[in-house]
């Protein structure tokens, strides 16, 4: 078995060793999944609906332990833990209810002399591979419609943050049933092996290169992938007074950890000093340590790093450092703006998953929906404007799964999250999402 050493982001110290699951562990967890599914898959939507919302209680009844457990691991502030589990149990709720509420289609007289209906029955056994930034989170958002679904599930978390998982898949056992939902810990390799193994499907949200490997390894199994955003965040000349204090929050939440976070600001040229003297203002108020945390893992630090050294961009300011003693050598980066940047620049084109904004600008706005779109990214991006005709004109020529106008990166389970073209494919959240993890079975009798 493999190990690694887990760090604590906030300090740089090792806080924990993982055992990394390998083929033996890999093939028990998909075992045990496999054995669980005839039970689980049939019972009654009431049925599992209840079950699902006996884990949220347990999930709120242990609040201050899964707290713990996603602060061990992402060293986010408690605040944003607590209510990122909040949330985690918000979303489990609302798919024990909306499994409920058939949406399937109407069965009828299809055909003459026949009687025709529509069953949309459970894929079987989905690895859910998930990410470092939002652990319980993100899990949630998988795990959710995949039960309610009637689907069994493993659940792979990333390598630093495996705590939440293994907490929930203990709780899990006791609410859905002996091996509903599995916890398997491990590096990339053990995820590589999840894949490869006996499973039905594979819902992955992380890299695109980690969503490439996965499309290359699943074969002809579905596959749902959320694979990054580096967002753009249009700001038109008549943008409200808040939006520089708005980006600024949404780009620093999560130390910028979130793949629908504001990444690329765009504007009018004539519009571009102002912008910047804007975000550059916010960026000072904003501090690493109380109001927002660590980059995860030190390779995360270190990518961010060589992007920003290689920009050709000029730091107009940055944000400030404000950690306490004996957290100096943890993965803090105060936030930048980063301006006067050409479209190839690599703080542009690549996902830079840090506490950091960039500013391009265009003559015209046919040129800022050009740049907005230039990148192959394609996840979400905002607009920010009085005017709500040309504002709603620009959110709709933009190429991406969700647009926000005059707000940033805020989401509910009722409404649907999904990418195109480099931020992959598939739905999360809303009720859309169950038929990510069913599939349709059309019956037809002769009358």
């Not at 209680?57 to 691991?73: N, P, R, S």
């Not at 899990?172 to 995820?191: E, F, I, K, Y």
């Not at 580096?230 to 008549?238: K, S």
């Not at 912008?275 to 990518?303: H, I, K, S, T, Y």
Request: proline letters at 6%; one cysteine or more.
């Amino acid at each position: 078995m493999n190990f690694v050493d887990l760090p604590d982001p906030r300090t740089g110290h090792i806080r924990s060793r993982l055992d990394c699951g390998g083929p033996a562990e890999v093939s028990a967890a998909v075992a045990a999944a496999r054995a669980a599914l005839p039970a689980w898959a049939g019972l009654t939507a009431k049925e599992r609906s209840h079950r699902l919302l006996a884990l949220v209680a347990l999930i709120e009844q242990h609040l201050d332990a899964y707290v713990a457990a996603e602060v061990a691991g992402t060293g986010k502030p408690t605040a944003d833990a607590r209510a990122e589990v909040l949330n985690a149990a918000d979303v489990l709720r609302f798919y024990a209810g909306a499994v409920r509420a058939d949406l399937t289609p109407a069965a009828g007289h299809r055909l003459p002399g026949r009687e025709s209906w529509v069953r949309w029955e459970p894929l079987g056994v989905v690895a859910a591979i998930v990410p470092w930034n939002y652990p319980l989170l993100m899990a949630a958002w998988r795990l959710g419609p995949a039960l309610a679904a009637g689907n069994t599930v493993v659940l792979k978390p990333a390598e630093t943050t495996p705590d939440t998982a293994v907490l929930l898949a203990s709780h899990a056992a006791s609410t859905l049933g002996a091996g509903v939902l599995v916890a398997l810990p491990g590096d990339r390799d053990t995820g590589r092996l999840l894949v490869g193994a006996d499973v039905d499907a594979v819902a992955f949200t992380g890299s695109q290169a980690g969503g490439l490997d996965v499309v290359a390894r699943a074969g002809l199994r579905r596959v749902s992938l959320e694979l990054g955003g580096n967002c753009a965040a249009v700001v038109l000349p008549d943008a409200p007074s808040f939006t520089y204090d708005e980006l600024v929050g949404a780009c620093t939440y999560n130390a910028g950890q979130s793949c629908a976070a504001p990444a690329r600001v765009i504007t009018l040229r004539s519009h571009l000093d102002e912008v910047v003297d804007g975000l550059a203002a916010a960026m000072l108020a904003r501090r690493a340590g109380p109001d927002f945390g660590p980059l995860n893992n030190a390779a995360q630090l270190a990518r961010f790093d060589a992007i920003v050294s290689s920009s050709a961009a000029g730091v107009r300011r940055s944000g400030a450092l404000a950690v306490g003693s004996g957290e100096t050598d943890g993965f803090w980066r105060a936030g930048l703006i980063l301006a006067d940047l050409p479209p190839d620049d690599p703080a542009v084109t690549q996902e830079m998953f840090g506490p950091a904004l960039t500013v391009q600008a265009a003559d015209d706005l046919d040129g800022v929906v050009a740049l907005a779109n230039s990148v192959p990214q394609a996840l979400a991006a905002s607009v920010w404007g009085t005017a709500v005709g040309p504002s709603l004109r620009v959110a709709g020529l933009l190429d991406c799964g969700e647009v926000w106008v005059n707000c940033h990166l805020e989401q509910t389970a009722e409404l649907p999250h999904g990418g195109r073209r480099g931020s992959g494919h598939g739905t999360d959240l809303s009720v859309l999402a169950l038929a990510e993890y069913q599939r349709p079975k059309t019956v037809t009798v002769r009358l």
